[in-house]
T-cell receptor, first 112, second 114 residues
Framework: KNQVEQSPQSLIILEGKNCTLQCNYTVSPFSNLRWYKQDTGRGPVSLTIMTFSENTKSNGRYTATLDADTKQSSLHITASQLSDSASYICVVSARGNNRLAFGKGNQVVVIP | IAGITQAPTSQILAAGRRMTLRCTQDMRHNAMYWYRQDLGLGLRLIHYSNTAGTTGKGEVPDGYSVSRANTDDFPLTLASAVPSQTSVYFC?????????????FGPGTRLTVL
């Protein structure tokens, strides 16, 4: 069973609208959680990183939240733009271990 | 500064042939990684290197080998390619190998084995 589950698998949103992506994980002991953005045909690029003590982190129109008690994270995209069309990957690290647990990604398509 | 470069960008390869995917970083990062990304499976770690001169096996190492002769280069070799190795391959690097170190990814190599 994958240690990082993301939902929805894919979604289509209108330009200018907001959306929220979900990530649930079972990785333990928890170290940090990252959200990566992967444009089509490109490598993933880090958007945010949160440790156990952080429950929200913003990067422009992207806001990530973390609830370490329920092992859930979300990525909120505000006022979406066409350039937000991408796969968003939730990545969780365990303490004392340099291996990353990758979610399968949320595929977002923004349409005009 | 280029960051991480990978070559080739894409390749079509006959089964049974040998192939080396190249990866070079100019950030003087200690740790480097090779992943494959397949539809519906996400990114999976093939091999990694915490520092020059050392390598380790990841989640899916069979059929692949790596070497780390210096800090900058981390080539991935398929000794005898099989169709199941058709995938997109990403090289990544991080300053160190700790869980807090952000991994930076290259642009990927799309490999098709026929």
């Amino acid at each position: 069973k994958n240690q990082v589950e993301q939902s929805p698998q894919s979604l289509i949103i209108l330009e200018g609208k907001n959306c929220t992506l979900q990530c649930n994980y079972t990785v333990s002991p928890f170290s940090n959680l990252r959200w990566y953005k992967q444009d089509t045909g490109r490598g993933p690029v880090s958007l945010t990183i949160m440790t156990f003590s952080e429950n929200t982190k913003s990067n422009g129109r992207y806001t990530a939240t973390l609830d370490a008690d329920t092992k859930q994270s979300s990525l909120h995209i505000t006022a979406s733009q066409l350039s937000d069309s991408a796969s968003y990957i939730c990545v969780v690290s365990a303490r004392g271990n340099n291996r990353l647990a990758f979610g399968k990604g949320n595929q977002v398509v923004v349409i005009p | 500064i280029a960051g991480i470069t990978q070559a080739p960008t894409s390749q079509i390869l006959a089964a049974g042939r040998r192939m080396t995917l190249r990866c070079t970083q100019d950030m003087r990062h200690n740790a480097m990684y090779w992943y494959r990304q397949d539809l519906g499976l996400g990114l999976r770690l093939i091999h990694y290197s915490n520092t020059a001169g050392t390598t380790g096996k990841g989640e899916v190492p069979d059929g692949y080998s790596v070497s780390r002769a210096n800090t900058d280069d981390f080539p991935l070799t398929l000794a005898s390619a099989v169709p199941s190795q058709t995938s997109v391959y990403f090289c990544a690097s991080s300053d160190n190998s700790g869980s807090a170190d952000t991994q930076y990814f290259g642009p990927g190599t799309r490999l098709t084995v026929l």
